[in-house]
């Protein structure tokens, strides 16, 4: 019986290949998207889920009112928390770090360090493959665990465990022993590092220890398994009362408005599970990214399988008069309800397990590519995992009963005698038709919209002003193990005479993300007139207004003439300038730090120094030259740019002979702080050409299904003297109609979207009308070419032959 069965699906599809070929390939399609989509969004989703106490696992962020939000905290409050939460938390851990040169004999690595606290370990589940386990790998504060990865590259094939390096901090090599090796980190952890120190092996420790007013560092907490985060949380009320009453004091006295609890200052609790997408705390890391991301991928996912099964669908009910009269004399010999919708099911299985094949194959070849594109480490990998698999196999499944179930089901209901007596309608699959069809191009015009959005909001974006000058500035990050301070007066000394190069400064930190990828924010606070105020601090060189072509609107710039500017003067921009409510703020003392007031000697224009996402914040230069430079800022002429930036290449490999030359222009590195809005453009993109080309290969074969059923009725009119064109517009009209119902329902959805979407922006662009215009010409157009194509082509045939065939 099978075998005849599987006989029969072979030799119908066979016998109807343009349409089987539409199928399959349409599917082919839909699978390869879908599952690529998947496995983006499933590692998206992932994130931090392997730790094995990941459900008491917490970060501590400061809150101030409803929505000025900071993961950073101060270093005495781990000591703090362990005092007065004994009975409510089992581990704290403070984390901080970055790049740090480790030296083994004459080898020197660059390595990402985080300096924790003994407990770190037993805290994540980071496997010890070699050496101490637990808090032993941290007991001692000369202690330092290695990734695999990192020991072979120090080591090679030796045993680290109980060597001896060395690590630079600040100017000096301090020795560390490896006391155990862990494996890499995963792909889908938010804390990433290469090697383990000590909290109190980090330079900086002594000397904030016991300091309350510098936030800088992460703090995480693991609650014993009774304990509830609200508790906890509802605890932390007093806490802050306790040891933040000067700030909550201040806080009131600068008519600071209170959250939804009634506090102006609290420490809340995040699950370390939500870690990878809490955008709104600096992002807890770099590769932070707001949760509906994942879910979108997801929703893209389905609608393009949607359409690719109304397709199926469509093809399937509109075969179905062709196949009436097999239907009706199976019926007569015999055959029952369900051995009919096994026999149509299985045809539809067949053409979807090779959809699948062939989707599967496009998917594993097109993997590398989806991931430089979206910036993701999806692995085919996952495949392997038995949930995954499970949830796979139920989808196609259940993508199989959709589109072959109610095929095969609908033809089954045929009456046997009125398909014998050739008096058969099928009025309720039009209208079946007809409702998929809308929901196709609906949903193609939905992602029309939702791209032209998108696309506008990053044009907006990139184009949009920021008040310095972004195209002719190259910033170099400093590494190599030189000093920042010294490679800028070397740098300057080489490049004095090169006329291609026209100003150079330092800076402390960095403008957008570089090609090193560090992006970091500093605040200071400080009382100015009973009043607390708080600028974004960026420590400089001389000539950063010349170089990037700030605005002084007052007062005057730093100059070496003036032997107090490197201690006790202050640039501030509008902002700040006007949080400080002086009438002339040139010439203003501020006690920045106590018994050393810094005087404001001039004052520049607003200009942009963080995303766009953010309006501009209060922000100070000072020239502070203790505090080391990280970055060197070139401002170059705009002509020969290959061959200066070759130049300057060569001059930085003879400064820092270990070190990487890094140098991009700072509009590269302003754009790419929307990576995520470029993916989400690109996806929108990807996905509307997808869901265009699918609804077209639809549309035609349903067209070709029509016109066939209606070729007496072309004969008729034309010998009626009726033209081409009119037979066209009167053929292609019916598709037209369903066409503009969708995008009508569709335009209202799409604008709810994305105007959700752009409330993220500070500065963003207005949804305008003609957005919707373009997409629904586009779609009209698409629709109108795909029918017209058939139409022509019945308009054009000779009435005789189309009479004599019917």
């Avoid at 490049?495 to 960095?510: F, I, M, R």
């Avoid at 030259?625 to 170059?636: A, D, G, Q």
């Avoid at 061959?643 to 002979?657: C, F, G, N, Q, V």
């Avoid at 009508?744 to 305008?768: C, G, H, R």
């Amino acid at each position: 019986m099978l075998k005849n069965y599987l006989k029969i699906a072979v030799r119908n599809l066979w016998k109807n290949k343009t349409y089987a070929l539409i199928n399959v390939l349409g599917m082919s399609v839909a699978f390869a998207s879908c599952l690529l989509l998947f496995l983006t969004a499933y590692h998206e989703l992932s994130f931090d889920k392997f730790h094995e106490n990941g459900k008491q696992l917490f970060m501590i962020y400061q809150q101030i009112g409803a929505k000025d939000k900071s993961e950073t905290m101060p270093a005495p409050l781990e000591p703090a928390l362990r005092k007065e939460f004994p009975q409510q938390i089992a581990r704290v851990s403070r984390v901080v770090g970055g790049d740090n040169y480790i030296r083994y004999n004459n080898k020197e690595v660059v390595e990402n360090v985080q300096f924790v606290d003994a407990g770190f370990l037993n805290m994540f589940s980071f496997p010890v493959l070699n050496g101490q386990k637990g808090a032993g790998a941290l007991r001692n504060l000369s202690s330092l665990v290695l990734t695999g990865t990192t020991a072979k590259a120090i080591f090679g094939a030796e045993n680290p465990v109980g060597k001896t390096v060395q690590m630079k901090q600040q100017e000096r090599w301090v020795p560390f022993v490896v006391s155990a090796v862990v494996a890499d980190t995963p792909e889908n952890s938010s804390i990433r590092f290469d090697a383990l120190a000590r909290f109190e092996a980090e330079a900086d420790y002594h000397r904030n220890k016991d300091t309350w007013d510098n936030r800088y560092h992460s703090t995480y907490l693991q609650l014993i398994p009774s304990v509830t985060q609200a508790s906890v949380e509802e605890q932390l009320r007093g806490f802050v009362k306790k040891y933040y009453a000067g700030n909550v004091k201040n806080l009131k006295r600068d008519g600071g408005q209170p959250d939804e609890k009634g506090d102006l200052l609290s420490l809340r609790l995040l699950p370390y599970e939500e870690m990878h997408f809490a955008t709104d705390l600096g992002g807890g890391s770099v590769m932070a990214i707001k949760k509906s991301y994942p879910y979108l991928l997801l929703i893209v996912a389905g609608f393009i399988v949607l359409i690719a099964c109304i397709n199926f669908v469509n093809l399937s009910t509109a075969r179905s008069l062709s196949r009436a009269r097999e239907v009706g004399m199976r019926k007569a010999l015999g055959a029952i309800k369900s051995q009919l919708i096994i026999q149509f099911w299985g045809e539809a299985l067949i053409l979807c397990l090779i959809a699948l094949s062939i989707g599967s194959i496009l998917a594993w070849s097109l993997l590398p590519e989806l991931k430089s594109i979206f910036k993701s480490a999806t692995s085919i990998e996952y495949l392997k995992q038995p949930v995954i698999l499970v949830s796979l196999l139920l989808g196609f499944l259940f993508i199989t009963l959709i589109a072959g179930g109610y095929p095969a089901w609908f033809i089954t209901r045929f009456s046997t005698v009125k398909v014998l007596k050739g008096s058969l309608s099928i009025g309720r699959a039009g209208s079946l038709r007809n409702v998929l069809l809308i929901v196709q191009f609906g949903i193609a015009t939905l992602l029309m919209i939702c791209t032209l959005v998108a696309w506008q909001q990053m044009t907006f974006l990139q184009n949009m002003p920021l008040g310095f000058n972004e195209d002719q500035v190259i910033s170099i990050p400093v590494n190599g193990g030189v000093n920042g301070r010294q490679a800028l007066k070397l740098f300057r000394d080489r490049v004095a005479q090169e006329p291609n190069v026209l100003s150079v400064t330092g800076a402390y930190k960095n403008f957008g993300r570089g090609r090193d990828g560090s992006t970091f924010t500093s605040i200071v606070g400080f009382e100015h007139k009973n009043r607390e105020v708080k600028t974004h601090w960026q420590i400089v060189d001389y000539d950063y207004l010349k170089t990037l072509d700030i605005k002084l609107i007052a007062g005057r710039d730093f100059s070496p003439q003036f032997a107090t500017d490197s201690v006790e003067s202050i640039i501030i921009n509008e902002e700040m300038a006007k949080q400080l409510n002086e009438k002339n703020p040139v010439g203003t003392l501020l006690n920045v730090n106590p018994g050393q007031p810094m005087r404001v000697i001039g004052v520049v224009k607003n200009y942009h120094h963080e995303s766009l996402k953010r309006t501009i914040q209060p922000n100070s230069l000072i020239l502070d030259p203790k505090t080391p430079l990280f970055y060197i800022l070139v401002k170059v002429a705009p002509d020969h740019v290959p061959a200066t930036m070759a130049m300057l290449e060569r001059i930085w490999k003879e400064i820092s002979p270990k070190g990487e030359f890094q140098g991009s222009f700072l509009d590269e590195n302003t754009n790419r702080q929307y990576q995520n809005e470029k993916r989400l453009s690109q996806l929108f993109i990807s996905a509307a050409v997808l869901a265009i080309l699918l609804s077209c290969m639809g549309l035609f074969a349903i067209a070709v299904m029509v016109m066939a059923q209606r070729t007496k009725e072309v004969g008729v009119r034309k010998v009626l003297g009726a033209s081409v064109s009119s037979i066209v517009l009167l053929l292609s009209k019916d598709f037209l109609k369903l066409v503009i119902t969708g995008i009508v329902i569709a335009s209202p959805i799409a604008w709810y979207a994305m105007n959700q979407w752009l409330q993220d922006y500070a500065y963003k662009i207005t949804i305008e009308w003609w957005v919707f215009a373009v997409a629904a010409l586009a779609a009209i157009l698409i629709a109108f070419i795909t029918v017209s194509f058939q139409s022509i082509k019945a308009a054009l045939t000779n009435p005789v032959r189309s009479l004599k065939s019917e």
